[in-house]
Nanobody, 125 residues
C-alpha cells in the first residue's frame, strides 16, 4: 500500500493550494481518508476527513470554511483544497487511510493503518 502526497509549496497569505493523495494498493472508495498536519515542534493534528460510507466530511475548527476534502474514485485519489491560507497553516501535510474507523475516532492519528510521506506547505505573511 502506498500513499503519495503532492501539491505542497510556498505561498502567501490568502493564496490557495490543492493537495493530492494518490493511493495504490487499496481502493479509496472503500476507505476513510484523512489529512493531518504537523508543524515544527508541534504535535500532529487532524485537518479533514472523508468517510468511506456516504462520503461525509469532517473538519478541524481551524480550517472549517476554508478547506475542502474530496475523493476522486476514478483516479483513486483524495484532494484537499485549501483556500485563504494563513501562516498558521504552515506544516507538513500527511494523508492517511483506514477501513473501519468510526467518526468519533477520525481525528486520532493512531487509528489509521496507512500513511503517506507528507508534503510541505509554507505560508508567508
Amino acid at each position: 500500500v502506498q500513499l503519495q502526497a503532492s501539491g505542497g509549496g510556498s505561498v502567501q497569505t490568502g493564496d490557495s493550494l490543492r493537495l493530492s493523495c494518490a493511493v495504490t494498493g487499496r481502493t479509496v472508495s472503500q476507505y476513510t481518508v484523512a489529512w493531518f498536519r504537523q508543524a515544527p515542534g508541534k504535535e500532529r493534528e487532524f485537518v479533514a476527513g472523508i468517510k468511506r460510507s456516504g462520503g461525509s466530511t469532517y473538519y478541524a475548527d481551524s480550517v472549517k470554511g476554508r478547506f475542502t476534502i474530496s475523493k476522486d474514485n476514478a483516479k483513486n485519489t483524495v484532494h484537499l483544497q485549501m483556500n485563504s491560507l494563513k501562516p498558521e497553516d504552515t506544516a507538513v501535510y500527511l494523508c492517511a487511510i483506514d477501513r473501519d474507523i468510526i467518526v468519533s475516532s477520525m481525528s486520532l492519528s493512531r487509528e489509521y493503518d496507512y500513511w503517506g510521506q507528507g508534503t510541505l506547505v509554507t505560508v508567508s505573511s
